[in-house]
Protein backbone atom coordinates (compact mmCIF):
# COMPACT_ATOMS: atom_id res chain seq x y z
CA UNK A 1 0.00 0.00 0.00
CA UNK A 2 1.31 3.03 -0.65
CA UNK A 3 1.15 6.66 1.44
CA UNK A 4 -1.27 7.94 -0.59
CA UNK A 5 -3.51 5.35 -0.30
CA UNK A 6 -4.02 5.79 3.37
CA UNK A 7 -6.44 8.20 4.69
CA UNK A 8 -6.37 11.61 4.54
CA UNK A 9 -3.13 11.04 2.52
CA UNK A 10 -4.44 12.38 -0.87
CA UNK A 11 -2.39 13.94 -2.64
CA UNK A 12 0.67 13.93 -0.86
CA UNK A 13 3.61 12.55 -1.83
CA UNK A 14 5.00 9.86 0.55
CA UNK A 15 7.93 8.79 -0.76
CA UNK A 16 10.52 9.42 1.45
CA UNK A 17 7.73 7.98 3.71
CA UNK A 18 8.17 4.81 2.05
CA UNK A 19 12.23 5.42 1.51
CA UNK A 20 12.87 5.76 4.88
CA UNK A 21 10.26 3.27 5.89
CA UNK A 22 8.57 5.94 8.53
CA UNK A 23 5.96 4.30 10.50
CA UNK A 24 2.84 6.79 10.49
CA UNK A 25 1.76 7.52 14.09
CA UNK A 26 -1.77 9.08 15.69
CA UNK A 27 -2.98 9.88 18.89
CA UNK A 28 -3.64 6.26 19.57
CA UNK A 29 -0.63 4.99 18.07
CA UNK A 30 1.76 6.91 19.43
CA UNK A 31 3.32 5.55 22.81
CA UNK A 32 3.13 2.26 21.44
CA UNK A 33 4.70 3.11 18.41
CA UNK A 34 7.59 4.65 19.75
CA UNK A 35 7.83 1.51 22.18
CA UNK A 36 8.13 -0.44 18.59
CA UNK A 37 11.64 1.34 18.44
CA UNK A 38 13.07 -0.41 21.06
CA UNK A 39 16.69 1.15 22.10
CA UNK A 40 16.96 2.51 18.47
CA UNK A 41 16.99 6.76 18.53
CA UNK A 42 13.43 7.79 17.05
CA UNK A 43 12.83 10.76 15.52
CA UNK A 44 9.38 11.70 14.10
CA UNK A 45 8.56 14.15 11.75
CA UNK A 46 5.42 15.81 12.53
CA UNK A 47 4.17 17.35 9.06
CA UNK A 48 0.83 18.50 7.12
CA UNK A 49 -0.61 18.35 4.30
CA UNK A 50 -0.03 21.27 1.70
CA UNK A 51 2.37 22.32 3.73
CA UNK A 52 4.98 23.62 1.26
CA UNK A 53 7.88 23.33 3.47
CA UNK A 54 7.15 19.94 4.51
CA UNK A 55 7.50 19.11 0.92
CA UNK A 56 10.39 20.64 0.51
CA UNK A 57 11.96 18.92 3.54
CA UNK A 58 11.11 15.62 2.35
CA UNK A 59 12.75 16.22 -0.98
CA UNK A 60 16.01 17.73 0.29
CA UNK A 61 15.74 14.20 2.42
CA UNK A 62 15.87 12.35 -0.21
CA UNK A 63 18.15 14.14 -2.68
CA UNK A 64 20.45 13.17 0.28
CA UNK A 65 19.29 9.82 0.96
CA UNK A 66 22.57 8.10 1.93
CA UNK A 67 23.31 10.94 4.64
CA UNK A 68 20.28 10.44 5.84
CA UNK A 69 20.52 6.76 6.43
CA UNK A 70 24.00 6.89 7.97
CA UNK A 71 22.42 8.72 10.83
CA UNK A 72 20.79 5.12 11.60
CA UNK A 73 17.31 6.52 12.85
CA UNK A 74 14.03 4.67 13.35
CA UNK A 75 11.72 7.03 11.73
CA UNK A 76 8.47 7.76 11.84
CA UNK A 77 5.86 10.57 10.68
CA UNK A 78 2.49 12.40 11.62
CA UNK A 79 0.21 14.34 10.01
CA UNK A 80 -1.02 17.08 12.83
CA UNK A 81 -3.20 18.70 10.64
CA UNK A 82 -5.01 15.72 10.66
CA UNK A 83 -4.30 14.85 14.05
CA UNK A 84 -4.57 18.35 16.00
CA UNK A 85 -4.82 16.58 19.16
CA UNK A 86 -0.91 15.10 18.33
CA UNK A 87 0.68 18.72 17.68
CA UNK A 88 -1.43 19.97 20.92
CA UNK A 89 0.55 17.49 22.76
CA UNK A 90 3.63 18.90 21.76
CA UNK A 91 2.75 21.87 21.66
CA UNK A 92 3.57 22.28 17.92
CA UNK A 93 3.72 25.97 16.35
CA UNK A 94 4.76 25.48 12.96
CA UNK A 95 5.74 22.07 10.31
CA UNK A 96 8.14 20.63 9.59
CA UNK A 97 9.01 19.70 13.18
CA UNK A 98 10.71 16.59 14.28
CA UNK A 99 11.40 15.02 17.79
CA UNK A 100 13.81 12.56 18.91
CA UNK A 101 12.95 10.03 21.01
CA UNK A 102 14.86 6.92 22.99
CA UNK A 103 12.71 4.63 25.11
CA UNK A 104 9.80 6.59 25.23
CA UNK A 105 11.88 9.97 26.61
CA UNK A 106 11.79 13.02 24.33
CA UNK A 107 15.08 14.48 23.87
CA UNK A 108 15.33 17.44 22.01
CA UNK A 109 13.26 18.69 18.66
CA UNK A 110 14.49 20.79 15.42
CA UNK A 111 12.09 23.08 14.10
CA UNK A 112 11.64 23.34 10.15
CA UNK A 113 14.26 22.09 8.29
CA UNK A 114 16.95 23.84 8.56
CA UNK A 115 19.62 21.33 6.04
CA UNK A 116 21.06 18.53 6.67
CA UNK A 117 24.55 20.38 8.54
CA UNK A 118 21.82 21.40 11.09
CA UNK A 119 19.65 18.13 11.20
CA UNK A 120 23.06 16.27 11.82
CA UNK A 121 23.92 18.52 15.05
CA UNK A 122 20.27 17.74 16.65
CA UNK A 123 20.87 14.19 16.21
CA UNK A 124 24.36 14.37 17.84
CA UNK A 125 23.16 16.36 21.01
CA UNK A 126 19.88 13.58 21.14
CA UNK A 127 22.85 10.85 21.20
CA UNK A 128 24.64 12.70 23.68
CA UNK A 129 21.67 13.18 25.86
CA UNK A 130 21.47 9.01 25.53
CA UNK A 131 25.33 8.60 26.38
CA UNK A 132 25.29 10.79 29.64
CA UNK A 133 22.08 9.17 30.56
CA UNK A 134 24.41 5.76 30.07
CA UNK A 135 22.09 4.59 27.84
CA UNK A 136 19.00 4.20 29.73
CA UNK A 137 16.32 7.28 29.10
CA UNK A 138 13.53 5.41 29.64
CA UNK A 139 9.70 6.21 29.35
CA UNK A 140 9.16 9.82 30.59
CA UNK A 141 5.41 11.11 31.82
CA UNK A 142 3.59 13.14 29.06
CA UNK A 143 5.97 12.95 26.22
Not at 28 to 47: K, N, P, S, Y
Not at 69 to 76: D, K, R
Not at 89 to 99: D, E
Not at 125 to 141: N, P
Request: with cysteine; glycine share 12%; charged share 20%.
Amino acid sequence: MMASDLPGMTGVDGTAFEVFSMHELTTGTFDEGLRRAGDALAVVFFWGVDCFNCEAAKKTMLAQREAIEALGLCWFHANVYADMALGKRFALHGVPTFFFFHEGRKLGRATGWQGLPQFRLAVAAAREKIAAAGGKTGQQEGS
